[in-house]
């Protein structure tokens, strides 16, 4: 799969999760994106974390090549859901 930049960390810990659902927290998605999350992302902004067709966000484009979408998001915690 292709990079996707800053996110390309978030790609490949999604792929290799093997489940279909992943929750991650917000420590753990800025230990992971070099340089941390941006400020409306690391406090849980919904629309932040919007799946594509409401937003073509660099971060967005990860969650997809990975083959996720944003089922949740609380203010400390993300929760991805993967196609069967």
């Not at 992971?32 to 967005?60: C, D, F, Y």
């Not at 944003?70 to 203010?75: D, I, L, T």
Request: hydrophobic content about 40%.
């Amino acid at each position: 799969m292709a990079g996707t930049g800053k996110y390309d960390p978030l790609r490949r810990y999604l792929e290799a999760s093997g489940t279909l659902e992943v929750q991650v927290t917000m420590s753990e998605l800025a230990a992971m994106i070099e340089g941390g999350l941006p400020k409306g992302l690391n406090e849980g902004h919904s629309r932040s974390w919007a799946n594509p067709g409401v937003t073509s966000s660099v971060q967005a484009k990860a969650w997809i090549a990975a083959g996720y979408r944003v089922r949740k998001v609380e203010a400390d915690r993300v929760m991805f859901e993967g196609s069967p």
